[in-house]
């Protein structure tokens, strides 16, 4: 989790634009890992993966608007260049055998990894409305880490089932 930014000097607007990439870098990472797995049946760990992408995509898009509200079409000084694995999953987390209660596992990882980002960011955070920002947003990742944990505790035992390789014999 690597960000090129001194959290202390962040804007708002910087602020805002670095969250929303946050999430994108999320979503980005979880298309790739769900099209690396390929669709097998319905509750695969690939639809894990696209369902969280969706989310990441949806949390990004908020964001997002919620800057151009306040900033406008004001040139962004956040790249994605300038943050790795802030909340993406890890690189090498999927494998091709992989249960759908695993790739939640990577998720519920990825979430908590999102929420220790904020909290640890805050603070060293100088500017009131980033700090309120901040803690608004690690807020929101701890109610993600809820909702993942309620969901891998109701997934039936089936869920737990990686996949056979049938070509091994």
Not at 2 to 10: N, P, Q
Not at 131 to 143: G, H, N, P, S
């Amino acid at each position: 989790m690597l960000t090129r930014i001194d959290i202390a000097r962040l804007t708002l607007m910087d602020a805002l634009d670095l969250a929303s990439l946050i999430e994108v870098e999320a979503y980005q990472r979880y298309t790739l890992f769900a099209a690396q797995l390929g669709s097998r049946d319905v509750g695969d760990a690939a639809s894990v993966f696209r369902s969280m992408a969706e989310n990441e995509k949806k949390h990004g898009e908020q964001l997002a608007r919620r800057r151009k509200t306040h900033f406008g079409d004001t040139p962004a000084r956040v790249t994605l260049d300038d943050l790795f694995d802030v909340e993406a999953p890890d690189v090498g987390a999927p494998s091709w055998n992989m249960s759908a209660l695993s790739a939640f596992r990577v998720a519920l990882a990825a979430e908590q990894k999102a929420f220790a980002f904020y909290d640890q960011a805050i603070p060293g955070v100088a500017q009131p409305d980033v700090k309120a920002l901040f803690e608004e947003l690690r807020e929101e990742e701890a109610e993600h880490v809820r909702m993942v944990e309620e969901i891998i505790a109701k997934l039936p035992p089936e869920a737990a089932i990686e996949l056979e390789d049938l070509d091994a014999e």
